[in-house]
């Protein structure tokens, strides 16, 4: 009891008791650097359910609307200190969205020199305004015809003070700053980065065209990285540099030891075939010594992807990425999957970060390296 009473007394030093009981207290509450009068009555077992808390017109009409909030959070406080840190927040939020309400808006310039602007620059090139100006979305098309959007967040100084912008970019947008500088600049600035990025693009949708992209499923403009299927349960996961897309990108193969070691071997040893002067595709092509099948011909031969212990192909967004060694197996496994059915094996072993244990469907051995944590 003591203990919560000094809590109290250092966390709110302007409220104070007011008699021995101490079943009143009356001071202030400070939040925002601003101090609000109030005056809390406890019943004699001190229990906050059954207290009445008295408000300045001030707090009162700042706390109007949460009144419900208030009594709730009063209901379930277990003591004084707890329910004023409750009491705290909720006012702090209050203030929040009290100043947003009443925010001053921009000057009659703000809208007249912006409206000015999107004409010379075309209503056209406008996707979406907010009601309050302020958040603008404009679009381009690159030389490949790819449409793409920036966002800006126009302030209330504008054009004073530059906007913050927002792209689907796969290297950072920053925008040169001028004295005065305008969504016509800026979007000028927009073209000149898309067509600096027109080769990575190019390079990424050949990919998404012309092969099974495993991961993402989804990819955006930002993503430089792709698990491309190759067959027999193999895949390689590239990353690529959007600075330099024609450039050998990291690789690493994915799949049973069988299938995907003549791939790093044909990888080191064709290395000098890479032609930057190529696609990104087909110097994979050369260098592997391989043609990337099409997901159709894929889904139409035994090739599997889905996980051969809960069937499913994905598992809180993974998808398998361990595979059986064995060639008349190779089937492949979540590796949270993998966990769990190999430590759930009496005949399984762990050495350091390895699991040695059976195939779930061969019975052949199988090994899981898991990573600095479990799965």
């Given at each position: 009891m003591e203990e919560t009473e000094a809590s109290l007394l250092h966390q709110f030093p302007l409220l104070l008791p007011q008699n021995r009981a101490k079943t009143v207290y009356e001071g202030f509450i400070t939040t925002q650097g601003r101090d609000f009068h109030l005056k809390i009555l406890l019943p004699k077992d001190l229990q906050l359910k059954n207290a009445r808390l008295l408000c300045s017109w001030q707090l009162r009409t700042i706390l109007s609307g949460y009144h419900q909030i208030i009594?709730?959070?009063?209901?379930h406080s277990p003591d004084l200190m707890s329910f004023m840190m409750e009491l705290k927040m909720v006012l702090e939020v209050a203030l929040k969205n009290?100043?947003?309400?009443?925010?001053?808006?921009?000057p009659p310039q703000y809208y007249s020199s912006l409206i000015e602007e999107i004409g010379i620059l075309g209503w056209d090139k406008l996707v979406?305004?907010?009601?309050?100006?302020?958040?603008?979305?404009?679009?381009?098309?690159?030389?490949s015809g790819r449409e793409h959007l920036i966002t800006l967040k126009l302030k209330a100084k504008y054009p004073a003070e530059s906007p913050d912008c927002f792209v689907d970019f796969p290297v950072s947008f920053s925008v040169s700053r001028t004295p005065q500088s305008s969504i016509i600049s800026i979007h000028g600035q927009f073209l000149a980065a898309l067509e600096s990025l027109k080769t990575f693009w190019d390079v990424m949708d050949e990919i998404d065209?012309?092969?099974?992209?495993?991961?993402?499923?989804?990819?955006?403009?930002?993503?430089?990285?792709?698990?491309?299927a190759l067959g027999n349960n193999a895949?390689?996961?590239?990353?690529?540099?959007?600075?330099?897309?024609?450039?050998?990108?990291?690789?690493?193969?994915?799949?049973?030891?069988?299938v995907v070691k003549p791939l790093g071997i044909k990888l080191s040893r064709n290395i000098h075939l890479w032609d930057p002067e190529?696609?990104?595709?087909?110097?994979?092509?050369?260098?592997?010594?391989?043609?990337?099948?099409?997901r159709a011909i894929l889904e139409k031969s035994d090739f599997s992807m889905d996980c051969g212990i809960c069937y499913a192909y994905q598992l809180d967004g993974a998808i398998p990425d361990q595979v059986c060694d064995n060639s008349q197996c190779g089937q492949?496994?979540?590796?949270?999957?993998?966990y769990e059915w190999l430590r759930g094996l009496q005949t399984s072993r762990q050495s350091f970060n390895i699991l040695f244990g059976e195939c779930p469907y061969c019975s052949k051995p199988i090994t899981l390296k898991m990573s600095g944590r479990k799965p």
């Open positions: 009594q709730q959070r009063m209901k009290k100043q947003e309400i009443h925010a001053l808006p921009p979406y305004a907010n009601s309050c100006f302020n958040t603008i979305k404009l679009k381009a098309e690159d030389a065209e012309k092969t099974w992209v495993l991961e993402p499923e989804k990819p955006t403009r930002s993503a430089t990285a792709r698990r491309i895949s390689i996961h590239i990353e690529v540099d959007p600075r330099h897309p024609t450039m050998l990108p990291e690789c690493c193969f994915l799949g049973a030891d069988h190529n696609t990104l595709l087909q110097n994979l092509k050369d260098v592997l010594e391989i043609d990337f099948p099409a492949p496994f979540h590796q949270i999957c993998l």
